[in-house]
């Protein structure tokens, strides 16, 4: 189903988590970026608009200010990602340059979708947007975000901003290679998903583990961020993003991963 679902989206949103972007080092990892961005361009020249939910502002904060690597206050931590997304948009930036392909970074929190105003104008912005061929690339707005306005997880806002824009798949990276019965990191035995076709039955014969080390979301943010766009017609991939050439791997069947249906494809 992965590959039907690709070849038939013609609105794609592409979540990239921290591990998905960080190396060993819990870097940036340019050659990755690149990479992602080379098949991108190659989904686009086949028509397709793509947005990019990115995580990273933290970690790419921590790679250039590493004094402040252990302190835990909130106002360094906000004002980590404030250095961080600098870094993570100039990443992504010279990742699409060289096809001449333009960024825009959309910063968002809680409050801008639950603000109709607000949420207008963000899709508007979208749509302009990539109806330009500039790929937004879309992050929580860390330095401003508190508890009560706050979106996070980046699995939930990317699932907020496909509905929004109306996308026809949302696509999950993580750093395994979908859904499991149970974590196989732990569990050599674990028996991956494929096709899912009602989340809540499925939830109940699974075992969910934790987050991983550089990001915020694990699997159960990506089930619920998947509930949430299927409710909306949307279908989802959870997928491993490190996977080589993931994006053409994906297109051509030869890569698996979990799909989670709608009615339409039911």
Excluded at 189 to 197: C, G, H, N, P, Q
Excluded at 220 to 241: C, H
Aim: hydrophobic share 40%; net charge neutral; charged share 25%.
């Amino acid at each position: 189903m992965i590959p039907q679902l690709i070849a038939d989206a013609r609105k794609i949103v592409f979540k990239l988590g921290s591990n998905t972007l960080a190396d060993k080092e819990g870097r940036i990892n340019p050659v990755f970026l690149e990479e992602f961005a080379d098949q991108t361009t190659e989904l686009i020249k086949k028509g397709k608009q793509i947005a990019i939910v990115s995580s990273g502002a933290q970690v790419a904060g921590l790679s250039t200010m590493d004094k402040w690597a252990r302190k835990r206050d909130i106002h360094y931590r906000q004002a980590l990602c404030a250095v961080g997304q600098v870094e993570l948009m100039g990443a992504w930036k010279r990742a699409f340059e060289k096809h001449g392909i333009y960024v825009a970074q959309i910063l968002l929190t809680g409050d801008d979708f639950n603000d109709s105003i607000r949420a207008l104008n963000m899709r508007n912005t979208l749509f302009t947007l990539v109806d330009e061929r500039i790929i937004p690339i879309i992050n929580e707005n860390d330095t401003v975000s508190v508890d009560e306005i706050k979106i996070g997880d980046n699995d939930t806002l990317a699932a907020q901003s496909a509905i929004l824009w109306s996308a026809d798949l949302l696509v999950l990276f993580s750093d395994i290679d979908g859904l499991y019965n149970k974590n196989p990191k732990e569990h050599p035995d674990a028996k991956l998903i494929t096709e899912v076709r009602d989340i809540e039955v499925i939830k109940k014969t699974i075992t969910i583990g934790n987050a991983n080390s550089f990001g915020t979301g694990g699997i159960a943010t990506k089930l619920e961020a998947a509930k949430r766009a299927i409710s909306y017609d949307i279908p989802t991939i959870i997928a491993n993003g490190s996977r080589p050439r993931v994006l053409e791997a994906l297109s051509a069947g030869k890569q698996s991963g979990t799909a989670f249906l709608t009615q339409r494809e039911l």
